[in-house]
């Protein structure tokens, strides 16, 4: 009896700790099926400590105190950094697990079971357990380690190959409005070259597409939020931004016929920023009313307007009610569009970055599944 009761506690802690190297195991596969594999904006509390614990480093370097040039040079390593961190931290982990399964099955010392967990996992060979069920776990881990790698080698290319289709009508806007971009100059421009009744072909339809892949590739691999673009002024959030205004400055400003694809792009824009709000726990109102306050002044409105007139552009005769039209869609957008702008630090832009927040907007590690946005809705 006496001999039973010394051994119970060994076994105990030897179970113990076996149980929780699996727990481990399985939170971090779960993890990284999250990230890497569900087509969905599913939150991961691994994968969101990861990245914002290593934003705070990047933010002792890239200070508000720095210029943007300077910030904009540091941050552009933050995602690539935190991307090649993830699958790392990752590999830590499961190697830290299994060797608690290891030690659990009585392979000793601990420097032993974490040779035999790192062999395993990283499938090097060069050490290997004896007995039949420290074997098929040996062979569990490896063949976990193999599926890390893959998920990895499909991931990233994934990533790049949105960050590429995003890119492309970001700097095709260059072109069009600018950069910074702007609202006044893609209208000016394209009133200049005759291709003002062409704008909700040439423009607006192609980035009701955009809007549309946008939200569902920074939501399902909310990384791409932090891409920057390869120039330094450019970026999504701008140029999104600078895209809305053109189009509600369109429906509610300009003497021409009401046209349904202008109302479809402004609705399909903000519906998609603030998906990603959502994601990110940025609280805004889902419901706000035309009336409410929006970071454009009536003084900003009046001066885009005397530009508009002075390039022969015709504006609709009751200004009042123009700057009401105007308010109402961008009151839709305003707080989302400026939050977006300070989470990322965008580069200076008229009606966009220039109206973010003076205290940049940091995510929480921890986040509901529903967000208040959504249950207000």
């Known amino acids: ?25 399985i939170w971090t596969i779960g993890s990284a099926v ?10 991961s509390v691994l994968t969101r400590a990861t990245f914002i614990n290593i934003r705070r480093l990047f933010d002792l ?6 210029s943007f040039e300077f910030r ?21 982990l499961v190697a830290t697990g299994f060797t608690g399964v290891f030690w659990g099955l009585g392979v ?14 990283l499938t090097l060979g060069f050490d290997r357990p004896f007995g039949l069920s420290r074997t098929v776990v040996s062979f569990v881990e490896a063949g976990i380690g193999l599926g890390l790698v893959s998920l990895m080698i499909s991931y990233l290319p994934s990533i790049y190959a949105n960050f590429s289709r995003r890119e492309a009508l970001v700097g095709m806007l ?6 910074p971009p702007s609202p006044t100059e893609l209208l000016v421009r394209y009133e200049r070259i005759g291709w003002g009744d062409r704008i909700h072909d040439d423009l607006f339809t192609r980035w009701e597409t955009w809007f549309v892949e946008v939200e569902e590739s920074h939501t399902s691999q909310p990384s ?32 021409r016929p009401h046209e349904p694809q202008t109302d479809i792009l402004l609705r399909t824009g903000f519906l998609s920023l603030r998906r990603i709000c959502d994601f990110y726990g940025i609280r805004y109102d889902p419901n706000p009313a035309p009336g409410d306050p929006i970071s454009i002044t009536r003084h900003d409105f009046d001066m885009l307007c005397i530009e508009l007139h002075a390039a022969g552009i015709v504006l609709k005769a009751d200004r009042d009610q123009a700057w009401r039209d105007f308010a109402g869609w961008r009151v839709n957008y305003d707080t989302v569009l400026t939050s977006l702008c300070s989470l990322i630090d965008a580069p200076p832009a008229n009606w966009s970055s220039d109206r973010a927040p003076l205290k940049r907007i940091k ?6 599944t529903t967000t208040p946005n959504q249950r207000r809705r």
Not at 363 to 368: A, D, E, G, L, S
């Open 174 to 179: 260059e072109v069009r409005a600018g950069l």
């Open 34 to 43: 999250k990230t890497v594999v569900l087509p969905r904006a599913t939150s």
């Open 363 to 368: 995510p929480k590690v921890f986040r509901r």
């Open 72 to 92: 904009d040079r540091i941050l552009a390593m933050y995602s690539p950094v935190s991307l090649l961190a993830l699958p790392a931290l990752w590999v830590l």
């Open 224 to 255: 791409l939020v932090f891409f920057r673009s390869p120039h330094p002024q450019r970026s999504w959030i701008t140029a999104a931004g600078c895209v809305l205004d053109t189009a509600a400055i369109v429906a509610s400003t300009l003497d």
């Open 1 to 25: 009896m006496r001999a039973c009761a010394r051994v119970t506690p060994v076994i105990v802690v030897r179970v113990l700790v076996a149980v929780l190297g699996v727990g481990l195991v």
């Open 108 to 121: 000793r010392p601990w420097s032993e079971a974490v040779i035999i967990s790192g062999s395993s996992l």
């Open 61 to 66: 370097v890239a200070g508000p105190r720095q």
